[in-house]
């Protein structure tokens, strides 16, 4: 599959900073920041945020912060929901405290690219 081409972010980093569908991304991504403090009700307003807007940014510089941020979600809820799951065997609470890391490691590569107007 080739990769899609995007619309380029605004050179100037003031200039794209009132881009209303980037400061859609930003919010998103503190909500999936505020994931590990609400028992994940801030995480699900997120990604219905995603894809409510995702039509509206289809060929922007913000597509594909959408589309790793709806990916954050979806692939944290599968290993969350195994980790709760398996944490009668013990191996659960490993898999809780890795999918942790990789949320947080996630939610941060996204929002420094999305800072300096690249893709995650």
């Given at each position: 599959?080739?990769?899609?081409?995007?619309?380029?972010?605004?050179?100037?980093?003031?200039?794209?900073?009132?881009?209303?569908?980037?400061?859609?991304?930003?919010?998103?991504?503190?909500?999936?920041?505020?994931?590990?403090?609400?028992?994940?009700?801030t995480g699900l307003v997120g990604v219905i945020i995603n894809y409510i807007k995702l039509d509206d940014v289809l060929g922007t510089w913000v597509e594909p912060h959408f589309r790793w941020q709806i990916r954050t979600f979806w692939i944290g809820l599968l290993w969350m929901v195994i980790g709760t799951i398996t944490t009668f065997l013990l191996i659960?609470?490993?898999?809780?405290?890795?999918?942790?890391?990789?949320?947080?490691?996630?939610?941060?590569?996204?929002?420094?690219?999305?800072?300096?107007?690249?893709?995650?």
């Open positions: 599959m080739a990769d899609q081409e995007y619309i380029p972010a605004e050179s100037d980093p003031i200039a794209r900073r009132s881009e209303p569908a980037r400061n859609l991304a930003v919010t998103v991504y503190i909500l999936q920041a505020l994931v590990f403090f609400s028992g994940g009700v659960g609470w490993l898999i809780l405290f890795a999918v942790s890391i990789w949320m947080i490691y996630r939610i941060v590569k996204g929002a420094l690219a999305l800072n300096d107007g690249a893709s995650p």
